[in-house]
Structure formats: C-alpha cells, structure tokens
C-alpha cells in the first residue's frame, strides 16, 4: 500500500525515531509498504518519519546504477547493489569517513528542492534486518549518501541542515512557501 509522505515543516521530520524493538507482522508490512511508496514516488531512499512514523526504519535502492559505488561489502564480503536493493535497515549506526564530496540531493519530503550537499564519501554502517540479523555495509558513493541522507532522517535532521548559509539563504522564500503551504492544509 502506497502511503502518503508528509512535507517539510511537518513536526514529525525534526523528531529523532524510537529505536524498533521487535519484528512485528505491522513492522514487515510498513517497510513493504515503504519501499512501494519510494518507488511509486521515484525516490532512492525513504524513511519512516517521512511517512509520518517516528521510527529507526528506512529503505533505499540505488541499484540502477551498479557504477555508482567503486566498492561494497557487507559483514566483509564483496557484494552487488542488485544483490542487496532494496534494503530495509532498523535502528542503524553509521560512522563516516573518506574525502568531503559535494552532489545534488533531492528530498521526496521536499518535492521542488534540490541542492548541492556536502558530505564524507564513504560510510560503515551498521544496522539490523527484518530477520534480525546485524549487517554491516562499507560502501561509498551515491549509497553512502544515500545512507547518510537516510540515517539523518531517523535523527530529525534534514537536508537543509547541511546546506551551506549561501544556499540557505537562496532557498529562504522556498522554505516559507512550504511553511505556508503546510498551514493552509
Ligand atoms: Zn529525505
């Protein structure tokens, strides 16, 4: 079922999501859920509190672009992003490191908004399954940011946030659209 993704400046966003304790049937059926709602609205990524659920759950797919990582592994094996996509992760742990990169970021959350974003190129991430496993995926490129763009999500933090003052600035009357268009509905 395709659920309906809530828009900045929706409370929800700036919530940090509890942690997901067990693996319910509802659980399952969210990040089911979730993932047809990414694809439906042509997003690579997409987080629980953007469907209004202030959750540590998120799903991404960037596996239509195979050259958009120079290297993945998960718990330490070489792996495709066709084997992993899509991949539902729970309450996850991420360090960062590598060479600051700069790439346009869109947010399904901020549907006419996109913008450069600095970030590190590579993560180690850390999260568990629906079947409860704990994987780890060290990868880089447009999964890493993926996965950071993602993992702030749980946190409440947004986009925006990591927008230099320039862009900041530059996207101000965007932003009090929003801001209006949010109260009118
Ligand atoms: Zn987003």
Redesign the pocket.
Known sequence: MIRKIVFYPDPVLRKAGAKVEEVTPEIRELAEDMIETMYDAHGV?L?AP?IGLSLQLAVIDVAHDEECVSYLRVNGEEKTLEEICPIVFLNPDIETFGDKDIDVEG???FPDLRSDITRPFEVRAQFETLDGETLVIETDGLFARAIQ?EVD?LFGKL?IDRMTSARKLAIKRQLKEMQEDYKQA
Do not use: D, K, T
Request: hydrophobic content about 35%; aromatic content about 12%.
């Open positions: 990524g987080a953007q947010c399904l959350s763009h999500h986009f």
